[in-house]
């Protein structure tokens, strides 16, 4: 190859490689819209929870859903990154070993970002965000406390609280009010009825209003169906708003006070009476009854003073 002709192919290589590594990590790398995961709280070490969490999740995963598959590497490369390294190895100069480099980082970071459990960043100290593929949070997380809280067996350390985050949205209050309406009628539009109660926690982000956010979507889940009820002490389902900077995370959950705030060494201290309450199932929670607050104007002053 002409030395000028291979000097302005590694310029072009290198400009192409330079924009990419300037584009900001979105992406799937940092928390934001449209993800679904697992958001973990941990006690000061963001880097053994990570590692906990993979491997919590990976084997009750496995037991759910089966072992991975994970197709070869070299399918994952699209046709003009294949073309690339083959150029590459027509060069054995530092700079075209820097690019293949490179490119071999892109490529194990495609490979991550396919992965059924995938770390990425939260937005907020001693919290982690484990992004999920084709599995559902909420079920998987479900199984995951109901197995603890029944074996009273202790698998994890830094770990405190695992909340399945089942959509998430951008933090203001009209997004949110649109997202839900759609995203409630699954538990909550007519026929369904439950009890419910709303919990709210906000990290870095100071635009948003507690009591307000709680009462619009308690209106929302009203307007489903007005028979939805509030309830405080042993509702069938919890909604959990957890907002972080911009980003709002969402997820209705089962059992959330039997157990213990989905807190995993709470459930494992948890004493013997829990036992006479049993998790629920997708069966038992449409014929399980609890205190229901008679109409919507009650609800909205109970969730008002609902208690984080």
Same mark, same amino acid.
């Given at each position: 190859?002409? *030395?000028?002709?291979? *000097?302005?192919?590694?310029?072009?290589?290198?400009?192409?490689?330079?924009?990419?590594?300037?584009?900001?990590?979105?992406?799937?790398?940092?928390?934001? *819209?449209?993800?679904?995961?697992?958001?973990?709280?941990?006690?000061?070490?963001? +880097?053994?929870?990570?590692?906990?969490? %993979? /491997?919590?999740?990976?084997?009750?995963?496995?037991?759910?859903?089966?072992?991975?598959?994970?197709?070869?590497?070299?399918?994952?490369?699209?046709?003009?990154? +294949?073309?690339e390294e083959r150029e590459e190895e027509d060069d054995d100069d530092d700079a075209e070993a820097a690019l293949k480099k490179e490119v071999g980082q892109i490529r194990a970071s495609t490979e991550r970002q396919l992965r059924r459990f995938q770390s990425v960043e939260s937005g907020a100290n001693n919290?982690?965000?484990?992004?999920?593929?084709?599995?559902?949070?909420?079920?998987?997380?479900?199984?995951?406390?109901?197995?603890?809280?029944?074996?009273?067996?202790?698998?994890?350390?830094?770990?405190?609280?695992?909340?399945?985050?089942?959509?998430?949205?951008?933090?203001?209050?009209?997004?949110?009010?649109? %997202?839900?309406?759609?995203?409630?009628?699954?538990?909550?539009?007519?026929?369904?009825? /439950?009890?419910?109660?709303?919990?709210?926690?906000?990290?870095?982000?100071?635009?948003?209003? +507690?009591?307000?956010?709680?009462?619009?979507? *308690?209106?929302?889940?009203?307007?489903? $169906?007005?028979?939805?009820?509030?309830?405080?002490?042993?509702?069938?389902?919890?909604?959990?708003?957890?907002?972080?900077? $911009?980003?709002?995370?969402?997820?209705?959950?089962?059992? %959330?006070?039997?157990?213990?705030?989905?807190?995993?060494?709470?459930?494992?201290?948890? $004493?013997?009476?829990?036992?006479?309450?049993?998790?629920?199932?997708?069966s038992e929670e449409q014929n399980s009854t609890a205190v229901k607050p008679e109409t919507m104007e009650e609800n909205l002053k109970e969730v008002k003073q609902e208690q984080e």
């Amino acid at each position: 190859m002409a *030395a000028p002709e291979a *000097a302005a192919r590694k310029r072009r290589l290198k400009g192409h490689f330079a924009a990419r590594a300037k584009r900001p990590r979105g992406g799937g790398r940092q928390l934001e *819209a449209g993800m679904r995961g697992i958001l973990i709280t941990c006690n000061m070490n963001e +880097r053994k929870c990570v590692g906990e969490a %993979y /491997s919590l999740l990976g084997e009750y995963g496995d037991l759910l859903y089966g072992p991975e598959q994970l197709s070869e590497p070299a399918e994952r490369l699209s046709g003009s990154e +294949r073309e690339e390294e083959r150029e590459e190895e027509d060069d054995d100069d530092d700079a075209e070993a820097a690019l293949k480099k490179e490119v071999g980082q892109i490529r194990a970071s495609t490979e991550r970002q396919l992965r059924r459990f995938q770390s990425v960043e939260s937005g907020a100290n001693n919290v982690v965000f484990i992004r999920t593929r084709g599995i559902e949070p909420e079920n998987l997380v479900h199984h995951i406390l109901k197995d603890i809280h029944t074996t009273k067996k202790k698998k994890t350390r830094v770990i405190l609280r695992m909340l399945p985050i089942s959509g998430t949205c951008k933090a203001f209050l009209e997004d949110m009010k649109k %997202y839900t309406e759609t995203f409630f009628e699954p538990w909550f539009k007519a026929p369904n009825k /439950s009890t419910f109660q709303i919990v709210y926690k906000a990290r870095n982000n100071s635009h948003m209003n +507690r009591e307000e956010v709680i009462k619009e979507l *308690a209106g929302i889940v009203g307007s489903l $169906n007005p028979e939805n009820k509030v309830d405080l002490n042993n509702p069938q389902y919890t909604v959990v708003v957890e907002i972080i900077k $911009n980003v709002c995370c969402l997820s209705v959950v089962r059992d %959330y006070v039997l157990f213990r705030k989905y807190n995993l060494q709470e459930v494992v201290k948890s $004493n013997k009476d829990d036992t006479q309450q049993n998790p629920s199932n997708v069966s038992e929670e449409q014929n399980s009854t609890a205190v229901k607050p008679e109409t919507m104007e009650e609800n909205l002053k109970e969730v008002k003073q609902e208690q984080e």
